[in-house]
């Protein structure tokens, strides 16, 4: 009754300053009537039965509070023991293709092959490429912002000669028949191999050599910045990767090792020391040199 009789009075005074109307009693009430309903829905309720409704209330959230820590959990254990698993299947069958196909020729296999270099905050995966017998091929993935997200790119650069291998599309959420032709269509990456890495890479359009995809700029200019990007990060990386395959290639040859499996094998097995920064990462689970 405080409420209607408050808002009747509120209602009356903005009607006679605000309104045309010079008495707004009348149409007050009438306006108060129609809201009557609402007014009865926020009147106070007897204590017991608000008493009630709060037990059931934390009752309702200890119950979801039990089961999603349960779930929590559950899910947790479940990625840990399927962490391995999934991390291999990523690498047999998102990035090993393209993998194997910038390392075309290599006498061991790069998906086992692999190691770990610290950079900054990020841990960069290192997959190489043995090529008679000496380790030559360092295939890394970088990621360019294209038009549906990041475009990852596997590049493969030749530590000897400084140039690109090769580069292929290993993740992307591009348009398909435009920018999902980065991935499917060699002509464009193709136009990578074999570049040296003296200046950034760029599109035509921006004054570079790099022919972009029709219609898929964008999606071109993405994967020509990861490329740029994987030519700073191999330039900074560029010591501690060179002395990395030294050691490879010495321990290759002390125990006449024609593989770089082989090599892994004896890292592994003898507990050789590592370059800092960088480690082995154990099994899980292609361009020509000349």
Not at 57 to 67: E, F, G, N, Q, S
Not at 94 to 108: L, M, S, W
């Amino acid at each position: 009754m405080l409420i209607y009789g408050a808002a009747g009075g509120i209602m009356t005074v903005l009607i006679r300053n605000i309104g045309v109307y010079v008495d707004g009693v009348i149409l007050a009430i009438l306006v108060i009537n129609l809201i009557h309903p609402l007014l009865d829905k926020i009147r106070p309720k007897a204590l017991g039965k608000v008493v009630e409704e709060m037990r059931e209330m934390i009752k309702m959230v200890v119950v979801l509070t039990i089961l999603s820590c349960f779930s929590g959990g559950l899910l947790a254990y479940i990625h840990n023991g399927t962490k391995d698993r999934i991390e291999n299947q990523v690498l047999e069958f998102v990035k090993g293709p393209t993998i194997r196909t910038i390392f075309e020729g290599a006498t061991n296999d790069p998906i086992t092959d692999r190691f770990i270099i610290k950079d900054g905050d990020v841990e960069r995966t290192f997959f190489v490429g043995v090529f008679d017998g000496e380790p030559r091929g360092i295939a890394f993935e970088t990621f360019g912002k294209g038009y549906g997200g990041n475009v990852g790119l596997m590049v493969g650069i030749d530590v000897k000669d400084n140039k690109f291998l090769g580069v292929g599309v290993t993740t992307h959420a591009e348009t398909p028949g435009m920018g999902a032709r980065a991935k499917t269509d060699p002509s464009f990456v193709t136009q990578f191999k074999d570049l040296t890495l003296e200046k950034p890479f760029k599109v035509t359009q921006d004054g570079g050599s790099i022919n972009a995809l029709s219609g898929a700029t964008i999606t071109s200019r993405a994967v020509s910045a990861a490329a740029t990007d994987a030519e700073e990060i191999y330039k900074k990386l560029q010591p501690q990767l060179i002395e990395k395959m030294k050691n490879l290639k010495k321990l290759g040859k002390r125990n006449g090792e024609t593989t770089r499996s082989g090599i892994f094998k004896r890292i592994m097995g003898r507990g050789t020391a590592l370059p800092a920064g960088a480690r082995a990462v154990p099994h899980a689970g292609s361009h020509k040199i000349r």
